[in-house]
């Protein structure tokens, strides 16, 4: 029973180091991120209106001597590069208009860019998207709706083989619950002036982040990631990504670095990774936001997480004996290796909470032999760590700027517990999805739908695309969270509270996606 219980605890004990080690070098890019350009860069951005005023007043050496004084390449059109805007979409009867008519509006002159519309659907969109090119040629825009016969490889096959068609120096691409401002490409196309810059990628906003408590929450991370992470990464010279929409390639970038493989479900972080081994940098714009729409369901947002945490494992696996074999520096390797494996950090909360259970019941016979509870709260650093970084994310950032101070700190302390609960409630079905990338079982890509869902009263359950099948997974989260709920029961019969928080946490996770699952079914 001894040997037991050591090897629990020795479990339990590593997949917290894990967890612990992977918070701490969050904080080390909210270090980066808070060195580098907060106090001065928001009064500059406030001041000025362009990347080449607000670079070059910030002292950026690689704009000096730059023409983009007010993002006016001057009176003739032949000056502005061409840029062919991808619009890469399978089924979006209820979003596409609405993105052909933002883009149709860019303030950018109509012969110096082309739309293609890359349209894999097999629904009414394909009729929706046809009316909408018609339209559009009849007003003078070069657009055009291009399908496939055989629709391979999915986002990425669809993106290379629409490749022979474009004519753009750059590629904008934009999934199809985005609405992109009309000056979306004057903001953003000056920077490549640097031949350096292989990619511009800008802030994701939420349209529908007050629609409901899954938006919300889901907004509470997606902030971290397009603030403190990628600015982080960016300010330490570490690799960032490109995510997937809502940015600009360098057309030269994506042929150096090998195009667009459709050999993992995340094709953007792939040849992210691919184009910054070449030597091209990322740069990610915080000031410039792209409005898009959250899943509003909880079936859709497990599709978008089971497709990207199983993405980044087949990245991992597929690019990082890459990375270590190449000449980055050690710091930068190791960034990137956190990087590269951030998804696998659901495995690990996964094995702390499946093991915390036995290891309650053994605490006592451990205590006997000499250990101490106390050593646990060693680990409270990553907690921490993580409260710290959501905070700077979601109350200091610039975006948040005109927020109401005390409605948004009250808003976070009632929230952030609610996430930390649904993130532990994740953390099976997450973790199938890791494990298949890592052992390389191949699945389709399965896209995440959307219902043009902006505000509280517009209905989702009259939209298609809704999924009708229970699969097993909803019901392990419904019996895990059985599990936590006599975990807790069982603490006070052995009076041991130590994981109680944690268990209730655990119970309320697992229950509440066990329950929005089965709510959100279109029976």
Known sequence: MTTLAFTILGIYTLALLYITVYCVMQF??????????????????????????????????????????????????????????????????????????????????????????IDDSNDETLDIV?????????????????????????????????????NGEFMAIFDADFLPRADFLLKTIPYFNDP?????????????????????????????????????????????????????????TIEEAGGWEADTLTEDLDLSIRSQLKG????????????????????????????????????AKKMLPTVWRSDLTLDKKIHATTHLLGSSIFLFVFIIGVSSVPLLFFLGDLIE??????????????????????????IQSPANQTKDYGKSILKFMLLFPLFLALSMGLSLHNSIAVLEGFRGKKSPFVRTPKFSIKNIGDNLFK????????????????????????AIVGAFYVQNTTFVVFHFMLALGYGAIFVFSLKHLKL
């Not at 062919?84 to 209820?94: A, D, K, R, S, W």
């Not at 936001?289 to 497709?307: D, H, V, W």
């Not at 646990?376 to 979601?394: P, R, T």
């Open 463 to 486: 939209k298609n695309y809704l999924t009708n099948k229970l699969n097993w997974t909803t019901i392990g989260e419904g019996l895990l969270s059985l599990y936590f709920i006599m």
């Open 369 to 394: 032999l000499g250990f101490s509870k106390n050593f646990f709260s060693f680990f409270l650093i990553g907690l921490l760590s993580i409260i710290a970084i959501y905070y700077v994310a979601n």
């Open 28 to 117: 080390n890019l909210l270090y980066y991120y808070k060195r580098g350009k907060r106090n001065t860069a928001e009064s500059i951005i406030a001041e000025h209106s362009s990347p080449a005023k607000v670079a070059v007043a910030a002292g950026d050496d690689e704009w000096q001597g730059n023409n983009f004084a007010d993002y006016s390449y001057g009176e003739d059109t032949d000056n502005y590069p061409f840029v062919t805007v991808q619009l890469p979409i399978f089924n979006e009867m209820y979003v596409i208009e609405a993105l052909i008519d933002c883009v149709a509006k860019f303030d950018y002159p109509k012969d110096r860019f082309e739309i293609h519309i």
């Open 280 to 315: 091209y940098k990322i740069r990610f714009l915080e000031d410039i936001g792209s409005p898009a729409e959250l899943p509003a369901e909880m079936n859709s947002f497990k599709t978008q997480q089971f497709r990207w945490m199983k993405g980044g494992a087949e990245t």
């Open 130 to 166: 046809a009316a909408k090119v018609i339209e559009y040629k009849a007003k003078g825009f070069n657009i055009e709706q291009i399908t496939r016969d055989v629709r391979q490889g999915f986002k990425a096959g669809a993106l290379r083989d629409a490749m022979e068609y474009a």
């Open 196 to 252: 350096e810059i292989g990619v511009v990628q800008t802030r994701w906003e939420h349209i529908n982040e007050d629609y409901s408590l899954i938006t919300r929450l889901q907004a509470l991370q997606l902030n971290v990631h397009f603030t403190v992470e990628q600015v982080g990464r960016m300010n330490g010279e570490y690799m960032l990504q490109f995510n997937g929409t809502a940015g600009v390639w360098r057309r030269k």
